[in-house]
Nanobody
Framework: EVQLQASGGGLVQAGGSLRLSCAASGFTFDDYATGWFRQAPGKEREGVQCISSSHGSTYYADSVKGRFTISSDNAKNTVYLQMNSLKPEDTAVYYC????????????????WGTGTLVTVSS
């Protein structure tokens, strides 16, 4: 059974930091790209940052450039998202996902989805 369990969300003041974790199981982690997505109320789900486990390439949305960093620990089948300098507009439910092929920032190209974790940034 494929599972992606996200954790680490919470309430933080603007300018603060959070670290999200996503533990994966049930599929060959190294064969997939994993990514973080977010969905704010009334908005579409968008790709935030993703990483190719096989060669370590990372991709990010312009809105998080220089503030968010994705990393993965293949030994633990876990992907992380370090979020710094958080802004109120970063408030959303964050999801982790895994996909094989295509753009790992495109939700339509992801094969497996985990549960979300809520990030709330107060001003």
């Amino acid at each position: 059974e494929v599972q992606l369990q996200a954790s680490g969300g919470g309430l933080v003041q603007a300018g603060g930091s959070l670290r999200l974790s996503c533990a994966a199981s049930g599929f060959t982690f190294d064969d997939y790209a994993t990514g973080w997505f977010r969905q704010a109320p009334g908005k579409e789900r968008e790709g935030v940052q993703c990483i190719s486990s096989s060669h370590g390439s990372t991709y990010y949305a312009d809105s998080v450039k220089g503030r968010f960093t994705i990393s993965s620990d293949n030994a633990k089948n876990t992907v992380y998202l370090q979020m710094n300098s958080l802004k109120p507009e970063d408030t959303a439910v964050y999801y982790c996902a895994a996909g094989w092929g295509g753009s790992c920032l495109n939700p339509m190209h992801m094969d497996y989805w985990g549960t979300g974790t809520l990030v709330t940034v107060s001003s």
